[in-house]
């Protein structure tokens, strides 16, 4: 409960995906990115939450699962819904997460806005 407590209320974004690309979890700083309430992610693809950018997320998760290995550092810079017209940029890292017999189950995520980073 603890920890819940604390990736929830993290000021850097924290999902999780299955095989299938859809949210499993999202903590509420990252959904108000996307502009949409956490429990609206929950099932959803990254296509049918944010289809303008889902080419550029989902392109380095399906690598991970295809891998199994980690992907850190990566940038897009995008419009979001909750900011339509603003470009922000954005860094993400995203991991495999494994069964106890070594099957990739799912991909966890961590994204931190930088776009005030990217201006100085």
């Known amino acids: 409960m603890f920890m819940n407590r604390i990736f929830k209320d993290l000021p850097i974004g924290l ?3 299955d095989t299938d690309l859809r949210y499993l979890y999202i903590n ?3 959904a108000e990115i996307n502009g949409i309430p956490a429990d609206q992610h929950i099932g959803r693809s990254i296509a049918e939450v944010l289809p303008h950018v ?8 399906l690598e991970v699962f295809e891998t199994g290995t980690p992907l ?3 940038e897009v810079s995008s419009e979001t819904p909750a900011q339509p017209g603003v470009i922000r940029t954005f860094r993400h890292s995203f991991i495999p997460v494994r069964s106890e017999s070594g099957t990739i189950i799912g991909v966890s995520g961590v994204v931190e806005e930088i776009t ?5």
């Open 15 to 17: 999902c999780h995906f």
């Open 28 to 30: 509420d700083w990252l």
């Open 54 to 61: 889902a080419e550029y997320v989902s392109k380095p998760i």
């Open 72 to 74: 850190l550092g990566g």
């Open 116 to 120: 005030e980073l990217k201006l100085i």
